[in-house]
């Protein structure tokens, strides 16, 4: 059973810092490209960042310099580093990674940047 669970929720002021972790099980997650996706009230689900299995990143524009995402096979796990934070990065925070040609979420974590 393929599991993805987020952690790291939190609320920070305008310029702050925050680390997401996605620590997944039931996959080969040395072998799976994760990527981290975000959902802000009122808007579609959008893509923030990817990993692939050979630790090659890439990042929307709103967030390049800012976000950092990476990946510690040894635990199973994928981070994403959130720096110069802004109030419009509020959002619930999913990761997601396609196995065996299915898609698996996790259940999401509030980010919430206040001005």
């Known amino acids: 059973q393929v599991q993805l669970v987020e952690s790291g929720r939190g609320s920070v002021q305008t310029g702050g810092s925050l680390r997401l972790s996605c620590a997944a099980s039931?996959?080969?997650?040395?072998?799976?490209?994760m990527a981290w996706y975000r959902q802000a009230p009122g808007k579609q689900r959008e893509l923030v960042a990817t990993?692939?299995?050979?630790?090659?990143?890439d990042y929307r524009n709103s967030v390049k310099g800012r976000f950092t995402v990476s990946r510690d096979n040894a635990k199973n796990t994928v981070y994403l580093q959130m720096a110069s934070l802004k109030p419009e990065d509020t959002a619930v925070y999913y990761c997601?990674?396609?196995?065996?040609?299915?898609?698996?979420w996790g259940q999401g974590t509030q980010v919430t940047v206040s001005s």
């Open positions: 039931g996959i080969i997650f040395s072998s799976n490209p």
């Open positions: 990993i692939t299995s050979g630790a090659v990143t």
């Open positions: 997601k990674t396609i196995y065996r040609q299915q898609e698996y």
